[in-house]
Protein backbone atom coordinates (compact mmCIF):
# COMPACT_ATOMS: atom_id res chain seq x y z
CA UNK A 1 0.00 0.00 0.00
CA UNK A 2 0.91 3.04 -0.97
CA UNK A 3 1.79 6.05 2.01
CA UNK A 4 1.12 9.42 1.75
CA UNK A 5 2.14 12.40 4.21
CA UNK A 6 -0.09 15.75 4.25
CA UNK A 7 1.00 18.61 5.97
CA UNK A 8 -1.96 21.58 6.39
CA UNK A 9 -0.01 24.69 6.67
CA UNK A 10 0.18 26.50 9.95
CA UNK A 11 -3.19 26.54 11.88
CA UNK A 12 -3.89 27.16 15.53
CA UNK A 13 -2.54 30.74 16.55
CA UNK A 14 -0.41 31.01 13.34
CA UNK A 15 -3.03 31.75 10.83
CA UNK A 16 -0.47 31.93 7.68
CA UNK A 17 -1.09 34.77 4.95
CA UNK A 18 -4.46 36.59 5.51
CA UNK A 19 -6.30 38.72 3.19
CA UNK A 20 -9.92 39.79 2.75
CA UNK A 21 -11.01 37.84 5.63
CA UNK A 22 -9.58 34.50 4.68
CA UNK A 23 -7.32 32.69 6.87
CA UNK A 24 -4.56 30.46 4.72
CA UNK A 25 -4.40 27.99 7.45
CA UNK A 26 -8.20 27.49 6.72
CA UNK A 27 -7.91 27.05 3.01
CA UNK A 28 -5.19 24.48 3.78
CA UNK A 29 -6.74 22.76 6.00
CA UNK A 30 -9.79 22.20 3.88
CA UNK A 31 -8.28 21.35 1.04
CA UNK A 32 -5.98 19.08 2.51
CA UNK A 33 -8.40 17.28 4.34
CA UNK A 34 -10.02 16.52 0.69
CA UNK A 35 -6.42 15.36 -0.88
CA UNK A 36 -6.62 12.92 1.74
CA UNK A 37 -10.19 11.72 1.40
CA UNK A 38 -9.96 11.19 -2.71
CA UNK A 39 -6.18 9.43 -1.86
CA UNK A 40 -8.00 7.22 0.70
CA UNK A 41 -10.55 6.57 -1.83
CA UNK A 42 -7.83 5.16 -4.20
CA UNK A 43 -6.46 3.19 -1.55
CA UNK A 44 -3.64 5.33 -0.24
CA UNK A 45 -2.85 5.45 3.27
CA UNK A 46 -2.86 8.92 4.27
CA UNK A 47 -1.40 10.85 7.20
CA UNK A 48 -2.46 14.26 8.37
CA UNK A 49 -0.25 16.97 10.06
CA UNK A 50 -3.32 17.98 11.67
CA UNK A 51 -7.22 17.39 11.31
CA UNK A 52 -8.19 20.35 13.07
CA UNK A 53 -6.62 24.31 14.18
CA UNK A 54 -3.89 22.91 15.80
CA UNK A 55 -0.75 24.82 15.75
CA UNK A 56 2.25 21.75 14.71
CA UNK A 57 5.89 23.10 15.22
CA UNK A 58 7.75 22.57 12.12
CA UNK A 59 10.36 19.97 13.62
CA UNK A 60 7.46 17.78 14.76
CA UNK A 61 5.28 17.83 11.64
CA UNK A 62 8.90 16.72 10.20
CA UNK A 63 9.38 13.77 13.14
CA UNK A 64 5.92 12.58 12.22
CA UNK A 65 6.77 12.61 9.01
CA UNK A 66 9.50 10.69 8.82
CA UNK A 67 8.18 7.67 11.80
CA UNK A 68 5.32 7.35 9.00
CA UNK A 69 7.85 6.66 6.22
CA UNK A 70 5.86 7.75 3.30
CA UNK A 71 6.18 7.16 0.01
CA UNK A 72 5.55 10.86 -0.88
CA UNK A 73 5.23 13.80 1.70
CA UNK A 74 3.62 17.40 0.66
CA UNK A 75 2.63 20.14 3.24
CA UNK A 76 -0.20 22.57 1.44
CA UNK A 77 -0.04 26.15 1.81
CA UNK A 78 -1.41 29.50 0.07
CA UNK A 79 0.28 32.63 -0.89
CA UNK A 80 -0.25 35.97 -0.58
CA UNK A 81 1.91 39.54 -1.44
CA UNK A 82 1.37 39.89 -5.25
CA UNK A 83 0.97 37.50 -8.02
CA UNK A 84 -1.03 34.42 -9.17
CA UNK A 85 -1.53 31.11 -9.66
CA UNK A 86 -0.08 28.14 -8.00
CA UNK A 87 3.65 26.83 -7.46
CA UNK A 88 5.33 23.99 -5.76
CA UNK A 89 8.92 23.63 -4.61
CA UNK A 90 10.96 20.49 -4.36
CA UNK A 91 14.83 19.11 -3.85
CA UNK A 92 17.09 21.14 -5.82
CA UNK A 93 18.36 17.57 -6.46
CA UNK A 94 15.37 17.02 -8.92
CA UNK A 95 14.07 13.67 -8.41
CA UNK A 96 10.66 11.92 -7.90
CA UNK A 97 9.65 15.50 -5.94
CA UNK A 98 10.41 17.08 -9.38
CA UNK A 99 7.51 15.19 -11.05
CA UNK A 100 5.33 15.20 -8.32
CA UNK A 101 5.79 19.07 -8.57
CA UNK A 102 5.42 19.10 -11.97
CA UNK A 103 2.49 16.50 -11.84
CA UNK A 104 0.70 18.59 -9.18
CA UNK A 105 1.08 21.98 -11.65
CA UNK A 106 -0.23 20.40 -14.64
CA UNK A 107 -3.56 19.28 -12.83
CA UNK A 108 -3.70 22.70 -11.79
CA UNK A 109 -3.80 23.84 -15.16
CA UNK A 110 -6.33 21.72 -16.35
CA UNK A 111 -8.25 22.93 -12.88
CA UNK A 112 -8.00 26.51 -14.36
CA UNK A 113 -5.31 27.40 -12.57
CA UNK A 114 -1.90 29.14 -13.72
CA UNK A 115 1.22 27.62 -13.03
CA UNK A 116 4.48 29.70 -11.82
CA UNK A 117 6.35 26.29 -12.35
CA UNK A 118 7.82 24.00 -10.16
CA UNK A 119 10.86 25.69 -7.69
CA UNK A 120 13.50 25.20 -5.73
CA UNK A 121 15.60 27.10 -3.24
CA UNK A 122 18.86 27.26 -1.46
CA UNK A 123 19.72 28.26 2.27
CA UNK A 124 22.92 30.07 2.37
CA UNK A 125 24.92 26.89 3.57
CA UNK A 126 23.87 25.47 -0.28
CA UNK A 127 21.26 23.03 1.04
CA UNK A 128 17.18 23.01 0.40
CA UNK A 129 15.97 26.07 2.42
CA UNK A 130 12.80 24.50 3.57
CA UNK A 131 13.10 22.44 6.32
CA UNK A 132 9.94 20.48 5.28
CA UNK A 133 11.99 19.28 2.07
CA UNK A 134 15.47 19.32 3.72
CA UNK A 135 14.52 17.69 6.90
CA UNK A 136 12.33 14.90 5.43
CA UNK A 137 13.77 11.36 4.25
CA UNK A 138 11.18 10.79 1.59
CA UNK A 139 10.89 13.06 -1.77
CA UNK A 140 8.41 15.98 -0.42
CA UNK A 141 7.10 19.35 -2.17
CA UNK A 142 5.48 22.31 -0.53
CA UNK A 143 2.52 23.20 -2.50
CA UNK A 144 1.16 27.25 -2.98
CA UNK A 145 -2.21 26.54 -4.36
CA UNK A 146 -3.09 30.11 -5.05
CA UNK A 147 -2.52 33.69 -3.85
CA UNK A 148 -5.31 34.49 -1.01
CA UNK A 149 -4.60 38.38 -2.24
CA UNK A 150 -5.47 38.27 -5.82
CA UNK A 151 -9.20 38.11 -7.57
CA UNK A 152 -8.92 35.77 -9.63
CA UNK A 153 -7.06 33.23 -7.33
CA UNK A 154 -10.15 33.91 -5.07
CA UNK A 155 -12.36 33.18 -7.25
CA UNK A 156 -10.95 29.97 -7.74
CA UNK A 157 -10.68 29.35 -4.25
CA UNK A 158 -13.56 31.11 -2.67
CA UNK A 159 -16.22 28.46 -2.92
CA UNK A 160 -16.11 24.92 -1.51
CA UNK A 161 -16.68 23.63 -5.54
CA UNK A 162 -13.63 25.68 -5.98
CA UNK A 163 -11.58 24.31 -3.38
CA UNK A 164 -12.39 20.11 -4.04
CA UNK A 165 -11.13 21.25 -7.65
CA UNK A 166 -7.93 22.30 -6.28
CA UNK A 167 -7.55 19.42 -3.87
CA UNK A 168 -8.78 17.21 -6.84
CA UNK A 169 -5.89 18.78 -9.03
CA UNK A 170 -3.09 17.73 -6.32
CA UNK A 171 -4.88 14.32 -5.99
CA UNK A 172 -4.85 13.48 -9.42
CA UNK A 173 -0.54 15.15 -9.62
CA UNK A 174 0.04 12.16 -6.49
CA UNK A 175 -1.41 9.27 -8.08
CA UNK A 176 0.19 9.95 -11.16
CA UNK A 177 3.50 10.20 -9.31
CA UNK A 178 2.58 7.09 -7.44
CA UNK A 179 1.53 5.37 -11.04
CA UNK A 180 -2.24 5.28 -9.75
CA UNK A 181 -5.06 5.64 -12.03
CA UNK A 182 -7.79 8.44 -11.10
CA UNK A 183 -10.93 7.09 -10.84
CA UNK A 184 -14.15 9.96 -10.81
CA UNK A 185 -15.90 9.69 -7.90
CA UNK A 186 -19.16 7.74 -9.07
CA UNK A 187 -22.14 9.93 -9.28
CA UNK A 188 -24.99 9.04 -7.18
CA UNK A 189 -27.74 7.58 -9.70
CA UNK A 190 -31.67 8.90 -8.88
CA UNK A 191 -33.90 6.21 -7.79
CA UNK A 192 -37.91 6.29 -7.91
CA UNK A 193 -39.80 4.49 -6.10
CA UNK A 194 -43.36 4.03 -7.72
CA UNK A 195 -46.33 2.80 -5.86
CA UNK A 196 -48.55 0.50 -7.51
CA UNK A 197 -51.84 -0.53 -6.20
CA UNK A 198 -52.72 -3.71 -9.63
CA UNK A 199 -52.09 -5.35 -12.53
CA UNK A 200 -54.73 -6.67 -14.48
CA UNK A 201 -55.11 -8.80 -17.41
CA UNK A 202 -58.19 -7.05 -19.16
CA UNK A 203 -57.86 -3.11 -19.84
CA UNK A 204 -61.33 -2.52 -18.24
CA UNK A 205 -60.47 -3.46 -14.74
CA UNK A 206 -57.47 -1.51 -14.96
CA UNK A 207 -59.85 1.18 -16.17
CA UNK A 208 -61.97 0.77 -13.18
CA UNK A 209 -59.09 0.65 -10.52
CA UNK A 210 -57.85 4.17 -11.85
CA UNK A 211 -61.46 5.26 -11.90
CA UNK A 212 -61.71 4.61 -8.07
CA UNK A 213 -58.08 6.00 -7.38
CA UNK A 214 -59.15 9.22 -9.23
CA UNK A 215 -62.26 9.03 -7.31
CA UNK A 216 -60.51 9.26 -4.27
CA UNK A 217 -58.19 12.21 -5.60
CA UNK A 218 -55.44 10.18 -6.64
CA UNK A 219 -53.54 11.01 -10.21
CA UNK A 220 -53.83 7.18 -11.58
CA UNK A 221 -51.97 6.55 -14.96
CA UNK A 222 -52.25 3.15 -16.13
CA UNK A 223 -48.78 2.17 -17.84
CA UNK A 224 -49.01 -0.75 -20.12
CA UNK A 225 -46.11 -3.74 -19.37
CA UNK A 226 -45.16 -6.78 -17.72
ZN1 LIG B 1 1.83 29.17 4.26
Avoid: W
Amino acid sequence: MKKVFLGAGHGGSDPGATAGGIKEKDVNLEITLIVGRELSRHGVEVKYSRTGDDNEKLNDKIDECNAFSPDLALDIHNNAGGGDGAEVYHHFGGGVGKTLAENILKEMVKAGQNSRGAKTRKNSAGRDYFAFIRETACPAVIVECAFLDNEKDVALISTSGGRKNIATAICKGILATLGIAFVEEPTKSEVLYRVQVGAYKEKENAIKMQERLKAAGFDAIIKQGE
